[in-house]
């Protein structure tokens, strides 16, 4: 596989592949997907993806176009399924 990317955004990369203290490009990818699954299959069970600060007692709910997708594609399939049960 070959990605292109900007300069800018090569710099991002590498600046965040460092922060992480990993080793490869292919490592910050593989995390990269890593969490993406995680995040998929837990707003496929119906769960938010969050950061939750203790202290503060706050949280804020991370969404993005493909798991606003998902969760819109769970609804979906919950009501499909309701409509069976009746």
Do not use: C
């Not at 919950?78 to 049960?85: F, G, T």
Request: hydrophobic share 40%.
């Amino acid at each position: 596989m070959n990605f292109e990317f900007p300069e800018e955004r090569i710099k991002e990369l590498k600046e965040l592949q460092s922060e992480a203290g990993l080793d490869t490009m292919k490592d910050l990818i593989n995390n990269a997907i890593t969490i993406f699954e995680w995040a998929v299959h837990e707003t496929r069970k119906g769960n938010e993806i969050a950061a939750v600060n203790e202290a503060g007692e706050s949280y804020r709910v991370l969404i993005t176009p493909a798991l606003q997708r998902v969760a819109k594609e769970r609804v979906v399939r919950e009501k499909a399924h309701a409509r069976v049960r009746v």
